[in-house]
């Protein structure tokens, strides 16, 4: 690669080649000379390439970063396509372990310098994440929150990757399916081949992405049904090559299409195929579009109705992109086709595909009657996220045929691709429905005005649009939901879409918002609210609410809201703003980004005011609450409320708030999904919505779920310095460490939910007390290196009140764990009271001590770590002596080594070489203890000169010819054997680097 070349660049040019081979010229003689193309794989015969896999396989590092060794390197051809970072079964952070670790290995955790080795990953088509019994996949460039368990080893079954390893089905393990559905062989190449690309994911960045296996069942079906399924010709009723994909929103389906597209393109029975995307909305057209360029060819675009009837004329193959309402465009302007009009034959062939998006939409209208007459022969796949309506599925069935493949709603959930939706009502006995319920809405949202003040305003608003569009009732909702954004979404740096009644209404929402915002500061400053300070918590909600607002006031005074609505040639001339194109493009690229104070990563829109607009094939991960203030129905709902279920960092659920009774029609959307008893049949559907209450009611339960992990031990959790101190020793084991990590994780998000809601209130000691339990658990057993929460798992505002908490006990998370070099160590061990504490503290600090020093002096330190085991051994649980020689053993640690056999060598430099090799000695000569010691000092004066050259350790190069340099003088040394050469000579590099401070 070219110097410079970025990472994600040097990727896609190495995939590039990987996909198409490369051109050589050709040799005289042979085939006329023509030039030939060179493949790296064999992708039509997998079984003639070569798989090897290499455990800790080591690649050097730039600059003063420890050479990386992925625990699983996995090549074929002797290219590096896959790495697997494996973390002990048991802990409940591992995959978030193994996950972090690989994004280090790939420079992708924005640190300022570069810690890991790029060039391994310029090949690389996606990276495992695995403890034994967990295992999640995604690419180099993918988020924490992005990984995912491949949990369907399609074409094989759960049963059958059991019976292949002589095991029970409910025993296999995801690490055990996601080998046979990735990593077999086949299917590896056939996800490198088909499933993979790269594509923008929004504020200008790019993102690698490899399918889930959804995606991947559902090509491979489709692929198999276009493969066998009867052509309408063959039977002379129907084209069964088809059927109905339906994947619910959020779970890739635009990319699914993508990938049968490139599938299909290699295949020799199906690349001749024209391919017809059918869509029947603008902006999912757009979508659909973005998306199917990835497949790489050109995607031709009929923007009327004659350039359609044209593209769908010609013959071959092609990728062709229609809007529905299209075809009976005939050049007058409009889009939609006459009632009635019938579109001629266009095309004969039995060689296209039409998919359908959305197909639960139009593919019963008579447009889509057209489209089939004019494409009589075409095979067809429906694919839809929203769940078809009972009494049309019959009509779908006819038209695509059965289900292909289904993953639903609850799948989705399940496997963390999408996050559960949870509702939650604003005005539960005031849903506007008609005028008769109109003093119900008045009587709660003005409830501190006089009766002829509340009657008054009824006759000025006498409609019920008047009243969703009335001024001030606009203004009652926006305070309300400024402080419910404030203090439930906000904190987490997530966002919130309104819909309102119409696109009055969402202007003047804008105007209400800032209004409300402005509010909310003085407010705030008027009273001279400081961060809490560890203040414990009030019980006057208003000045809780104020409180928290306050850590965050510099924020809520850049917050923005911005309406986004559709325009119209009689629109007011301050409507143009929201409804030009390129500014609306702007404001939604702008939501989302990360809410914050506004730069290239952050923005601080907050709110986006909608009516229809962005409520279909929109999405924006960082949208967590959907606030509904207009009647919304049937499937458009369920659409609607799909917007908040995409995935996040920090967000384990979307909200959807309702200011209008949604709940009834939600009622009225489900049942259209039901048999004619009433009962809901359809999984699509099943837990689409739940109510807030139903996370209420899980917090007791959890509760208890940890307390009887200590009581049913012996020991009751209660906040004394001694039930503390046992709960911490009792965690000491590792696997019920890792069951209270669960269960408190559970917990603390569930708590995360409710709160600030007073329901949330009986909870906050316990949440403090397993929050301290699990800090001093953290720091006692070096858990993570600053003892603090695992970053991934809670979100700030359980973290701003265990900070209060803990810094109120004098126990500031802001100070890490102590090392044993720390002056201040034995002080604070002999602090802790009991020696069982003092034992156990300077037991791990030295545990940890070793760890971090490992790679410096790897025989040092491991005898070392063995002389800890004797200890503890030795004393079993003689806790005052166990100290007593710990302390013993850790001032011994800090005087540094010593040259304890006369080596003459220096102990700093020297003796970690000197015994490195010694480890590797392959003669029992008399003399070969004193030509090691010669050996050693000439080594290390030769590393010496080497590596001073400047920029050393960031010259993958240099570091490889030093390699060879030491191999050479091994071999010079005649000390060990050939076969070990290479080997030592990659450990003394890995020493060498290790140790640069010193000998630089």
Not at 252 to 274: C, D, N, Q, V
Request: net charge negative; charged share 25%.
């Amino acid at each position: 690669m070219p110097a410079g070349t970025k990472l994600l660049e040097a990727n896609r040019r190495a995939t590039k080649l990987l996909l198409r081979g490369v051109t050589v010229a050709g040799v005289a003689g042979w085939d006329g000379a023509r030039d030939r193309t060179i493949n790296y794989v064999d992708w039509e015969d997998w079984s003639a390439n070569d798989f090897l896999a290499v455990s800790q396989f080591p690649v050097a590092t730039p600059g003063k970063a420890p050479n990386i060794r992925p625990d699983v390197t996995l090549f074929v051809n002797g290219i590096p396509l896959v790495l697997i970072e494996a973390k002990p079964p048991g802990s409940e952070s591992g995959i978030a372990n193994a996950i972090d670790q690989l994004r280090r290995y790939a420079n992708q955790r924005g640190t300022a310098t570069p810690e890991g080795a790029e060039q391994l990953f310029w090949t690389n088509q996606f990276t495992v994440a695995t403890t034994g019994e967990r295992a999640e996949a995604a690419t180099f460039t993918a988020l924490p929150e992005h990984y995912m368990a491949w949990k369907d080893p399609f074409p094989s079954t759960c049963e059958g990757v059991a019976e292949s390893l002589g095991k029970a089905a409910a025993a296999v393990t995801q690490q055990e399916l996601l080998t046979a559905g990735m990593l077999a062989p086949e299917r590896l190449l056939d996800i490198v081949r088909h499933f993979t690309l790269f594509m923008e994911v929004g504020a200008g960045r790019t993102a690698k992405i490899v399918s889930r296996y959804q995606q991947y069942r559902g090509v491979h079906k489709a692929i198999q049904r276009l493969l066998t399924g009867e052509t309408k010709t063959s039977n002379r009723e129907i084209d069964r090559r088809g059927g109905i994909i339906w994947h619910t929103q959020g779970s890739g389906k635009s990319l699914t299409m993508a990938f049968l597209i490139r599938a299909m393109r290699s295949h020799p029975e199906l690349r001749r195929f024209k391919v017809v995307l059918v869509t029947d909305r603008t902006d999912l057209e757009r979508q659909l579009r973005e998306t199917a360029a990835l497949v790489g060819e050109t995607i031709k675009v009929a923007r009327n109705g004659p350039k359609a009837r044209t593209l769908l004329r010609q013959p071959g193959p092609a990728v062709v992109m229609v809007m529905i309402q299209k075809m009976g465009d005939k050049g007058r302007g409009g889009e939609g086709v006459e009632a009635g009009e019938v579109l001629p034959i266009l095309n004969e062939s039995e060689s296209i595909l039409v998919m359908v998006d959305e197909a639960h939409r139009s593919h019963a209208s008579v447009l889509h009657a057209n489209l089939m007459n004019a494409l009589p022969n075409a095979a067809r796949i429906g694919f839809t996220g929203t769940p078809i309506i009972m009494g049309k599925r019959k009509k779908t069935r006819e038209i695509f045929g059965g289900y292909l493949d289904r993953y639903t709603l609850a799948d989705s959930e399940a496997d963390g691709s999408t996050v559960p939706i949870l509702y939650e009502g604003r005005t539960t006995d005031a849903a506007v429905k008609g005028a008769s319920r109109m003093d119900e809405v008045f009587f709660r949202w003005f409830a501190d005005l006089t009766e002829s003040q509340r009657e008054t305003l009824q006759r000025k608003y006498a409609t019920v649009g008047q009243v969703l569009e009335a001024p001030e009732l606009i203004e009652a909702k926006a305070r309300d939901i400024l402080r419910h954004y404030v203090s439930t979404v906000m904190p987490d740096r997530l966002k919130g879409m309104v819909v309102a009644t119409s696109r009055k209404a969402c202007v003047r929402y804008r105007a209400a918002f800032n209004k409300a915002r402005d509010e909310l500061i003085r407010e705030i400053e008027q009273r001279q609210l400081h961060p809490t300070n560890g203040s414990g918590p009030t019980t006057d909600p208003d000045e809780s609410f104020l409180r928290n607002a306050a850590l965050n006031l510099d924020l809520i005074r850049t917050l923005d809201f911005v309406p986004v609505i559709s325009g119209d040639h009689n629109d007011p001339p301050h409507y143009g703003q929201w409804t030009h194109k390129p500014s609306q493009q702007q404001h939604i690229d702008s939501f989302k980004l990360p809410l914050g104070l506004g730069d290239e990563k952050h923005s601080p829109v907050a709110l986006l005011i909608v009516k229809s607009m962005l409520l279909t094939g929109f999405d924006a991960p960082q949208a967590q609450a959907l606030y509904l203030d207009r009647l919304i129905q049937e499937a458009e709902l369920l659409q609607a409320i799909a917007r908040v279920n995409r995935t996040a960092p920090k967000k384990d659920h979307g909200l959807v708030v309702d200011y209008y009774g949604v709940s009834a029609q939600l009622t009225r959307a489900l049942t259209a999904y039901a048999n004619a008893d009433g009962k809901i049949l359809d999984p699509d559907v099943d837990g689409a919505l739940r109510p807030l209450i139903t996370e209420i009611e899980k917090l007791e339960p959890q509760r208890q779920r940890i307390r009887q992990l200590f009581v049913q031990r012996g020991i009751d959790p209660v906040p004394t310095v001694g039930a503390i101190e046992a709960c911490v020793q009792l965690l000491a084991d590792e696997r019920l460490r890792a069951e209270f990590d669960v269960a408190l994780r559970t917990f603390l998000t569930t708590f995360d939910t409710v709160l600030p809601r007073p329901e949330a209130l009986p909870f906050v000691d316990d949440v403090n007390l397993f929050g301290e339990i699990q800090i001093r658990t953290r720091r006692r057993y070096r858990d993570t290196p600053d003892g603090d929460f695992d970053p991934y798992k809670y979100k700030e505002k359980v973290r701003q009140l265990i900070d209060a908490h803990v810094t109120v006990l004098d126990l500031s998370q802001k100070i890490k764990p102590l090392p044993i070099t720390d002056p201040a160590f034995h002080a604070h061990v002999k602090a802790m009271g009991s020696d069982r504490a003092q034992a156990s503290e300077m037991e791990h600090a030295a545990r940890y001590h070793v760890r971090t020093h490992l790679d410096e002096d790897p025989v040092y330190y491991a005898k070392l770590s063995e002389r800890i085991d004797e200890i503890l051994d030795r004393l079993e649980e003689r806790w005052d002596q166990i100290a007593f020689e710990l302390e013993e053993l850790i001032d011994e640690m800090n005087a540094g080594r010593t040259d304890e056999e006369d080596t003459g060598l220096d102990p700093a430099t020297e003796l970690p070489f000197h015994n490195q090799m010694a480890e590797k000695l392959a003669t029992s000569e008399s003399d070969a203890s004193t030509r090691l010691i010669d050996l050693t000092r000439h080594l290390v004066d030769r590393i010496r000169q080497i590596i001073r050259v400047v920029g050393f350790w960031d010259n993958a190069h240099k570091q490889d010819e030093l390699r060879k340099a030491i191999k050479r003088t091994l071999d010079d040394s005649d000390l060990f054997d050939f076969d070990s050469l290479d080997e030592s000579s990659a450990e003394l590099v890995a020493l060498a680097k290790a140790n640069q401070h010193r000998l630089s």
